[in-house]
């Protein structure tokens, strides 16, 4: 055999490993990174994930600010339009608990309830608890609303006692009495006494009221992720069923993020959460990409698919079996067909994320599968655009929820009252997530209160007031990811250009090994004489003579302690 030969055979089997190598890291590490995606991100008791989740007392503050609107003029309902003052900001460090938690491998799910707790921030508060605000009577506003269909009787009864207390449509309280403390009330004492169902004997009325520490916002039941990350995050479960009983079918059902965690591979579509605090999901849609810390991430906000009033989406008729029937099949059906309604506008695509392909075609009018949502979430009267009711999932007090300043809602809502001015700096409710792991880089929530006010014929106080949507209060959520949690994500993130880069470099070195390999063959084969000559000295010759050949051919390797090795087995092979 021909030293040469065995060398180079050697260098070029080494190469075509290279390569196979380099090509499969290069076609692999999608894979790959989708192992190690699975391992970090699904969420465990073991996780990165799990101690940030349970308890966000040790993380960077995170802080709720709250706006009140100060109603300038409300003597004058009847000559002018509502006039507000904005106050505040009022800051409220927010803290985050779980607890009852529980993990069911069987159906990869995590059980728990959540907690969050309040502390007043006086220092970077704008004003003191004890500020006074006047705003529409909350009390009395619900409970005329409450009992409008009622028997008159009833209805004259309030009416009775409304004015012979003196009381009003406006009420002037102190920040700290409207949110957490509350204020008792004489109508909410007669409210235990009356017929009224599904309304808890509440003794005093607060917005946050009840809510400080408490476990209100329910059991919650969320995908970890385990065995399938496409899941991670996803709400299954709220008090223990899949759907709710607040608005028709297929609106009723529980779909979306419960908010903390979202799957990987986001596309330039849209997401959605499911808030408990509204009792539906919201969707948010592709906005654009931003960068934090040098990170990039696709923005989505709220926009029409949410607060639009004829939203139209693929809804395929047999996924209505899959939920619970608090409310009927029959109304699923009945949620009412696009094409009935006679609707050309702008058409909506799909709020499913999982089937996100799809969403990007146009909805055939004749689908009979395409339904309009904003139907599903009106109860007989349909809001306009910007409104969000949540009548239903706050005791029957007309509640009604918008972005801030009624950002992006119908001008009629603004020309109703005066002192608004909305912009998307301050009054937008975003997500931004980084698009390949789904890790939120920033959330900025931001939700205003209103409420309905609306005249009564039976009770006095109410009888000439106009029907205007009068704004409450709103509040903002910031979180941003921290840079130390940015600077491991980098990492994570530069993995599959690493992958990609190692691949590529053994194709390289691959291919120089095969290159030389054949450099060796023709060079060697344009001595052929020399090299038979060689062979016969080596026959004739001893073992020493051979090693010495060898070493003469090999020593610019001669650092390469295999080459070495090599050279010397081909010399005892020989
Ligand atoms: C709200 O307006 C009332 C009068 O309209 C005023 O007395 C009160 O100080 C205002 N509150 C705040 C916090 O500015
Ligand atoms: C603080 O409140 C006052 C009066 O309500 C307002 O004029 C001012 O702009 C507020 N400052 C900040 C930083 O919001
Ligand atoms: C909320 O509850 C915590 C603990 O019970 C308490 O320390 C805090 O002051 C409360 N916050 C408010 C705003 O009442
Ligand atoms: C998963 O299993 C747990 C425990 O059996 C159960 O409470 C929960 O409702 C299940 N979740 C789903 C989505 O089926
Ligand atoms: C809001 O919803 C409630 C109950 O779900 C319904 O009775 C009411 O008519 C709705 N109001 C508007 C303005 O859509
Ligand atoms: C839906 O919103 C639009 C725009 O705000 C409004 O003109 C329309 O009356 C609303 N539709 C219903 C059924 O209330």
């Known amino acids: 055999m021909r030293p040469w030969l065995n060398k180079s055979l050697s260098f070029g089997i080494l190469g075509l490993f290279l390569i196979a190598l380099g090509i499969s890291f290069c076609f692999l590490w999608p894979t790959v990174f989708h192992q190690i995606l699975q391992k970090e991100l699904a969420l465990s008791p073991t996780s990165r994930s799990f101690e940030m989740w349970k308890d966000t007392s040790n993380l960077p503050p995170m802080f709720m600010k709250i706006y009140f609107f100060n109603w300038t003029n409300p003597e004058e309902l009847n000559i002018k339009k509502p006039h507000f003052n904005q106050v505040g ?39 003191s608890l ?38 009003r449509y406006y009420i002037s309280k ?57 899941q991670l995050g996803i709400l299954r479960k709220w008090n223990y069923r899949d759907t709710t009983k607040f608005f028709k079918s297929p609106c009723n059902v529980i779909e ?60 395929p008729h047999e996924q209505a079996k899959y939920f619970e029937r608090t409310t009927t099949t029959e109304d699923f059906f009945a949620a009412e067909h696009l094409s009935e309604m006679g ?27 395409v339904i309009n949502m904003g139907n599903c979430y009106c109860d007989g009267e349909c809001t306009p655009s910007g409104l969000m009711n949540v009548t239903a999932c706050r005791f029957g007090a ?31 409710f975003t997500v931004t997530l980084e698009p390949m792991t789904g890790i939120p880089l920033e959330v900025i929530a931001r939700f205003q209160i209103n409420l309905l006010l609306q005249p009564s ?81 080596v026959d004739e010759s001893s073992d020493k003579k051979t090693e010495m050949v060898y070493m003469d051919k090999t020593s610019s390797n001669n650092e390469d302690p295999n080459v070495r090795g090599d050279r010397r087995l081909y010399a005892k092979l020989y």
């Not at 460090?93 to 921030?121: A, C, G, P």
């Not at 986001?266 to 408990?276: A, D, E, P, Y």
């Not at 290159?515 to 004489?529: H, S």
Request: aromatic share 12%; hydrophobic share 35%.
């Open 398 to 428: 007309p509640a009604f929820i918008s972005l801030p300043h009624f950002y992006k809602g119908d001008s009629m809502l603004l020309d109703q009252v005066g002192g608004l001015h909305p912009n998307d700096k301050d009054h937008s």
């Open 174 to 230: 102190t920040v700290d009495e409207l949110l957490f403390t509350g204020y008792s009330d004489n109508l909410l004492t007669m409210g235990k006494m009356m017929p009224i169902d599904d309304v808890p004997a509440f003794d005093r009325f607060g917005w946050f009221y009840t809510r400080n520490n408490s476990d209100m916002d329910g059991h919650l039941n969320m995908e970890t992720g385990e065995d399938d990350i496409s």
């Open 457 to 537: 014929e039976t009770v006095t106080v109410f009888n000439n007031v106009p029907k205007i949507y009068m704004p409450m209060f709103w509040f903002e959520l910031k979180v941003k990811i921290s840079e130390d949690m940015a600077s491991d994500l980098r990492k994570l993130l530069a993995l599959p250009t690493v992958m990609l880069s190692i691949g590529i470099a053994m194709i390289a070195i691959g291919l120089g090994l095969i290159a030389t390999t054949v450099f060796l063959y023709f060079k060697n084969k344009r001595r052929v004489p020399t090299t038979d000559v060689t062979e016969k000295a």
């Open 130 to 167: 004890s500020d006074v605000i006047t705003n529409l009577d909350a009390v009395t506003v619900s409970g005329v609303h409450k009992i409008r269909f009622w028997e008159v009787d009833w209805q004259k009864s309030l009416s009775f006692l409304l004015s012979s207390t003196n009381r």
């Open 256 to 315: 979306g993020s419960a908010g903390g965690f979202w799957p990987p591979y986001r596309t330039k579509n849209q997401i959605s959460l499911f808030s408990v605090e509204i009792c539906r999901t919201i969707t948010y849609e592709y906005e654009g990409t931003v960068s934090h810390f040098g990170i990039e991430g696709y923005r989505y906000t709220i926009d029409k698919k949410t607060l639009g009033n004829d939203t139209r989406r693929r809804y």
């Open 89 to 127: 900001p009022y800051y409220f460090k927010e803290v985050r608990q779980k607890s009852d938690i529980k993990f069911n491998h069987e159906n990869k799910t995590v059980s728990y309830v959540q907690r969050r707790i309040w502390y007043f921030d006086e220092e970077r508060s704008n004003g």
């Open 343 to 369: 609707i050309t506008t702008t058409t909506e695509s799909v709020a499913d994320d999982s089937s996100s392909e799809k969403n990007t075609n146009e909805y055939s009018d004749d689908d009979p599968d």
